[in-house]
């Protein structure tokens, strides 16, 4: 359980899981209670999970057919290029090609945007596929 809420959550999650985790072990006693608990509890956030990634479809649906700006349409592209191009400059960089010192916590915070917005753009694209057959 602590493995789903940490994927909903994030790292954060972590003192969040251990937190219910206590949490059931001081109200519920036996091993088949603690088991149905952790089934309804899981399944309560996987359909949670399921409606933050049909609300994040609904916004980009909302994005492709608005008659606004050519950047609300673009504006998902044009990061996923932005990040892309960053990480092989800073491959380039790491690898001494430039002589150019990147502090760790940079290069941390720029894999986790780029992983996170490549999981959402081409999963979100998936997902959206997927739902049209």
Do not use: C, H
Not at 26 to 54: G, H
Request: aromatic content about 10%.
């Amino acid at each position: 359980m602590k493995d789903i809420i940490s994927k909903l959550f994030g790292g954060a999650a972590k003192d969040v899981g251990e937190g219910i985790g206590n949490l059931i072990d001081r109200f519920v006693r036996t091993q088949d209670e603690k088991a149905e608990f952790e089934k309804e509890l899981t399944q309560i956030l996987i359909k949670a999970e399921a409606d933050i990634q049909q609300n994040v479809t609904e916004r980009w649906k909302a994005d492709m057919n608005s008659t606004g700006s050519w950047l609300s349409k673009n504006v998902r592209p044009l990061v996923l290029l932005f990040l892309v191009v960053s990480t092989v400059t800073m491959v380039f960089i790491d690898a001494g090609a430039i002589s150019f010192d990147v502090k760790e916590n940079w290069v941390d915070l720029l894999q986790i945007v780029l992983i996170t917005v490549i999981s959402a753009y081409f999963g979100g694209r998936s997902f959206e596929k997927v739902k049209a057959k």
